[in-house]
Every structure is written in C-alpha cells, then in structure tokens.
Nanobody
Framework: QVQLVESGGGLVQAGGSLRLSCAVS????????MGWYRQAPGKQRELVAV???????NYADSVKGRFTISRDSAKNTVHLQMNSVQSEDTAVYYC???????????????WGQGTQVTVSA
C-alpha cells in the first residue's frame, strides 16, 4: 500500500525558516510528480509547489523567491524549504504525488495526512 508520510511542520516566527519533508513508502513503478499543497482555515486547498521529472518545478506566485522544492527521485522524497515565512503561510501543508504502482496501472494521486505550519508575529 502506498503512503505519503510528512514531517517538519511546527511553529515558526515571521521571517524565519522551516523545512518540510515527505517520503513515499510502498511499492511504486513510477512517480510522475511530487508536490505540496496547503489549506488555510476557511480557504480552499491550493498548490504551493510541484516538482516534475527532469528537474522541472512550478511555484505559486505567493511563494516564489521564498520557498524551494527539491525532489530526490532515488529516495522517493520531496522537501519544501520555506524561508522568510509570513503569517499568510499559516496552513496545513499536504504532500501530494502522482504515482503509477505498476507498468499496467494509470497514475493515481496520493495525499499525505497533512502537517500544520503556524507562523507567529
């Protein structure tokens, strides 16, 4: 069974840094992409950053220049380095991955359980 396990959330002061990590466990044939979404109270879940194969990345405009996503394909992990955090970054952060479990299967999207990031003034 495929699982995404997140770590690294917590409380951080505005202007500080935090690093989130996500690891994929279970049998996989190919991971097409890995990324991070977030959901603040009363708001819809939104894309933060995604790492696609061959080093291609995409970021939400609100985090460009502050957050960096990195993916280790050999270890099936993805990290989100969050610098210069702001109160607006407070949210539950979810890891997401598009995974094919074997050569005959379609790509299925998997989600982690979420990790809370709280930015204090």
């Amino acid at each position: 069974q495929v699982q995404l396990v997140e770590s690294g959330g917590g409380l951080v002061q505005a202007g500080g840094s935090l690093r989130l990590s996500c690891a994929v466990s279970g049998r996989t044939f190919r991971i097409d992409d890995m990324g991070w979404y977030r959901q603040a109270p009363g708001k819809q879940r939104e894309l933060v950053a995604v790492a696609i194969s061959r080093g291609s990345t995409n970021y939400a405009d609100s985090v460009k220049g502050r957050f960096t996503i990195s993916r280790d394909s050999a270890k099936n992990t993805v990290h989100l380095q969050m610098n210069s955090v702001q109160s607006e970054d407070t949210a539950v952060y979810y890891c997401n991955a598009g995974i094919r479990r074997d050569i005959t299967s379609l790509t299925v999207r998997y989600w982690g359980q979420g990790t809370q990031v709280t930015v204090s003034a």
